[in-house]
């Protein structure tokens, strides 16, 4: 069993910065990956960055690129996201995610999820 909890969000103006976090407990050495992903209101879920458990290997999307840098806390057993130059495209809820079977992109190959922590950026 894994437990995710997300924290860090809030509000700022275009430009701005935010950091992330995700605290994870329980069982997660099956999941070799993590990620972040959000959901804007009436959009779909998508991925935002995605890391390995080893830490070394990450993946972003295009429209954070850049900007956002996932990395994991092993001492705080915990997932960052330190979103730098944020646009007001970059609103939503945020969550972080573990990994289980398929893409790395894909919602339905996560099994485990946090309950949010929403984001929103005033231009």
């Known amino acids: 069993q894994v437990q995710l909890v997300e924290s860090g969000g809030g509000s700022v103006q275009a430009g701005g910065s935010l950091r992330l976090s995700c605290v994870a407990s329980g069982n997660t050495r099956t999941s070799n990956f993590m990620a972040w992903f959000r959901q804007a209101p009436g959009k779909e879920r998508e991925g935002v960055a995605v890391i390995h458990r080893g830490g070394i290997s990450t993946a972003y999307a295009a429209s954070v690129k850049g900007r956002f840098t996932i990395s994991l806390d092993n001492a705080q057993n915990t997932m960052n996201l330190q979103m730098n130059s944020l646009k007001p495209e970059d609103i939503g809820m945020y969550y972080c995610?573990?990994?289980?079977?398929?893409?790395?992109?894909?919602?339905?190959?996560?099994?485990?999820w946090g309950q949010g922590t929403q984001v929103t950026v005033s231009s």
């Open positions: 995610a573990a990994h289980s079977a398929g893409g790395i992109w894909d919602v339905g190959a996560y099994n485990y």
